[in-house]
């Protein structure tokens, strides 16, 4: 069963985020070697909805930054904030550290299916709505 994905970085694939598992909000964070060569695996700790809402935040200020970026209004220089965020999102960053730590001895282990999701809010700039199909190992 596919799941939201909510927010994500990328690096030759989704790296870390925030997306439901078993309907829940989790953070979601990629054990990826670029020296292993075998299959991605993911470590998931939930996440509770004061944490989502930040995290929320933050992810409004990158597409902000990415929207304005792709369109020809922000440069590299400025990434990943543009400069009436910049503050806020220094603030969130602060904030969310600690709060999304995975800590592996606590944390679900599982391999990832992410695939493109239909989302009519996305404005089709940057990085595409995303779906994922958790599977344990």
């Known amino acids: 069963m596919f799941e939201l994905v909510h927010a994500y970085s990328w690096h030759d694939g989704p790296r870390e985020g925030i997306a439901e598992y078993l309907g829940q909000p989790h953070r979601f964070e990629s054990e990826w070697?670029?020296?292993?060569?075998?299959?991605?695996?993911?470590?998931?700790?939930?996440?509770?909805?004061?944490?989502?809402?930040?995290?929320?935040?933050?992810?409004?200020?990158?597409?902000?930054?990415?929207t304005a970026?792709?369109?020809?209004?922000?440069?590299?220089?400025?990434?990943?904030?543009?400069?009436?965020?910049?503050?806020?999102?220094?603030?969130?960053?602060?904030?969310?550290?600690?709060?999304?730590?995975?800590?592996?001895?606590?944390?679900?282990?599982?391999?990832?299916?992410?695939r493109r999701r239909d989302d009519s809010a996305w404005n089709g700039v940057g990085w595409p709505p995303l779906k994922v199909e958790w599977t344990a190992l």
Not at 35 to 44: I, P, Q, T
């Open 33 to 66: 070697q670029d020296s292993d060569g075998g299959e991605d695996s993911y470590l998931l700790m939930p996440i509770d909805a004061a944490t989502l809402a930040l995290a929320f935040e933050d992810w409004a200020i990158w597409r902000r930054w990415e």
């Open 69 to 114: 970026f792709y369109r020809g209004e922000a440069t590299l220089e400025t990434h990943p904030a543009l400069p009436e965020d910049r503050h806020r999102r220094e603030e969130l960053k602060r904030l969310l550290a600690p709060l999304l730590n995975i800590e592996p001895t606590r944390a679900v282990r599982v391999s990832a299916d992410f």
